[in-house]
């Protein structure tokens, strides 16, 4: 007669859960070996007892073990995650498809198309869609006028500050080139003058006009005198011929 099945759970009898965990981890410990020997397997086991005491068995050693379990749960989650992320880029194509399909289809409905699948009420709907539609249009193309018009407005008051400020400028400079032709016109009068009196003083010197008089004088006299000297000289001529009488 065999034995009776065991029940799996907790022992609680602290004595037989030692028993029990001595001879399963001497028979643990002795599959995995002889599982590594006859299927030339890489084989690796870490225990902990309940009192925190380490049991182990590599093939190899734990730590190879350990790193070829991390490199190969790391290649896995990598594979996982990339299917799982082509799936997910799947649905999302597909569902991207079938909205791309309706709204070619109510654009074609917009434009007058393929109506025929319709009744009467789709055809309500689609008028009510047109017409809100239309006025939404209207009433952006309303607005861009509005801005524009505005836009243009602003533009004109500025050219015309601007043609303002051009026009006092110029005005400006007008007055500064009348005042400086007035200054030219002034300084040419002014030396003008100047150039007459001083002419004038230097014709009409009182001392020129005397030295000038008494020259003039004095060559009178000259000629005067050389006149009366001229009987003079005939006379003494005179006495000095002796008589031929």
Same mark, same amino acid.
């Given at each position: 007669?065999?034995?009776?099945?065991?029940?799996?759970?907790?022992?609680?009898?602290?004595?037989?859960?030692?028993?029990?965990?001595?001879?399963?981890?001497?028979?643990?410990?002795?599959?995995?070996?002889?599982?590594?020997?006859?299927?030339?397997?890489?084989?690796?086991?870490?225990?902990?007892?309940?009192?925190?005491?380490?049991?182990?068995?590599?093939?190899?050693?734990?730590?190879?073990?350990?790193?070829?379990?991390?490199?190969?749960?790391?290649?896995?989650?990598?594979?996982?995650?990339?299917?799982? =992320?082509?799936?997910?880029?799947?649905?999302? @194509?597909?569902?991207? *498809? #079938?909205?791309?399909?309706? $709204? %070619?289809?109510?654009?074609?409905?917009?434009?007058?198309?393929?109506?025929?699948?319709?009744?009467?009420?789709?055809?309500?709907?689609?008028?009510?869609?047109?017409?809100?539609?239309?006025?939404?249009?209207?009433?952006?193309?309303?607005?861009?006028?509005?801005?524009?018009?505005?836009?243009?407005?602003?533009?004109?008051?500025?050219?015309?500050? =601007?043609?303002?400020?051009?026009?006092?400028? @110029?005005?400006?400079? *007008? #007055?500064?080139?009348?005042? $400086? %032709?007035?200054?030219?016109?002034?300084?040419?009068?002014?030396?003008?003058?100047?150039?007459?009196?001083?002419?004038?003083?230097?014709?009409?010197?009182?001392?020129?006009?005397?030295?000038?008089?008494?020259?003039?004088?004095?060559?009178?006299?000259?000629?005067?005198?050389?006149?009366?000297?001229?009987?003079?000289?005939?006379?003494?001529?005179?006495?000095?011929?002796?008589?031929?009488?």
């Amino acid at each position: 007669m065999g034995r009776g099945k065991i029940e799996i759970k907790r022992i609680d009898n602290a004595t037989s859960r030692q028993v029990t965990f001595s001879k399963r981890r001497s028979g643990l410990l002795k599959k995995a070996k002889e599982l590594a020997i006859l299927c030339d397997a890489e084989v690796g086991l870490i225990v902990f007892s309940s009192t925190g005491r380490l049991y182990d068995f590599a093939s190899t050693s734990v730590k190879s073990v350990i790193e070829r379990y991390s490199e190969a749960k790391e290649d896995h989650h990598q594979t996982m995650s990339a299917s799982a =992320e082509a799936k997910l880029w799947q649905r999302e @194509a597909g569902s991207l *498809r #079938q909205q791309l399909h309706n $709204l %070619q289809e109510h654009h074609r409905q917009l434009l007058g198309q393929q109506l025929s699948g319709l009744d009467v009420k789709d055809l309500q709907n689609l008028e009510n869609k047109l017409e809100l539609s239309l006025r939404n249009i209207r009433m952006k193309k309303d607005q861009l006028m509005i801005d524009q018009i505005q836009e243009l407005n602003r533009k004109g008051s500025l050219m015309h500050r =601007e043609n303002i400020e051009l026009y006092n400028k @110029a005005n400006l400079v *007008r #007055q500064e080139n009348i005042e $400086l %032709q007035r200054k030219v016109i002034a300084s040419r009068t002014v030396s003008r003058i100047e150039m007459q009196v001083y002419g004038h003083g230097i014709n009409d010197h009182p001392a020129s006009g005397t030295a000038r008089h008494s020259m003039d004088t004095e060559n009178e006299d000259v000629r005067v005198n050389l006149e009366l000297s001229q009987p003079q000289s005939a006379q003494r001529d005179k006495s000095e011929t002796p008589s031929t009488g």
